[in-house]
């Protein structure tokens, strides 16, 4: 004979066999509360996995730099604006209309590809930075996988509101993420 479970009954049932609870008495739940008893969950933080595996440190090292790089030729452009909205200000006075709007041209012209390099460098950060935090969610999904595996876990959950030190697997894929690392790195 098969039970039709709602959600709310399986949820609870997970919950008790993960924390070595007893499931509320209740026909229904009975033979969920013993498959739930054979079920293994564990638990990631992700957010911590992000920030403390070496790949997704040196991803950060690498946009750092590149980020230092553009940013100097940024403020570099915005010298030469200056300079030249400096040399409009004081000198328009004794300057030729026709100086005066060569110095404006130039300086629209500054400014129009400072625009344009700033819009461009914003999109290939984001797109550097999609593809670096893509390829660092990828090897963490990989040992996730593993420590599924060799625990013999039937559901790894991400998120929760609480998880059990007990159920926590997240050192275990950092540890192996970064064995990865070092090994692939040599």
Known sequence: MQFALSAGAMLAA????????QAPAAA?????????TAARIGFVNTERVMREVIPAQQAQKRLKTEIEKRDQEMRGLVAQMK????????????????ERRA??????????????????YAEELALRRNEAVGQVLEQ?????????EQENLDIVFGEAAFASQRIDITEKVIKMVN????????
């Open 103 to 120: 110095k404006q041209r130039e300086f629209s012209e500054l400014n129009r590809d400072f625009e344009r390099k700033k819009q461009e």
């Open 140 to 148: 963490a999904n990989r040992a996730i996988r593993r420590v599924a």
């Open 179 to 186: 064995a990865g690392s070092a090994t692939a790195t040599k």
């Open 14 to 21: 997970l919950a008790s066999a993960a924390f070595g609870q």
């Open 28 to 36: 229904p739940v009975a033979g969920a509360a013993q498959a739930a």
């Open 83 to 98: 300079k030249i909205e400096a040399a409009l200000e004081k000198n328009s006075a004794s300057m030729s209309e026709a």
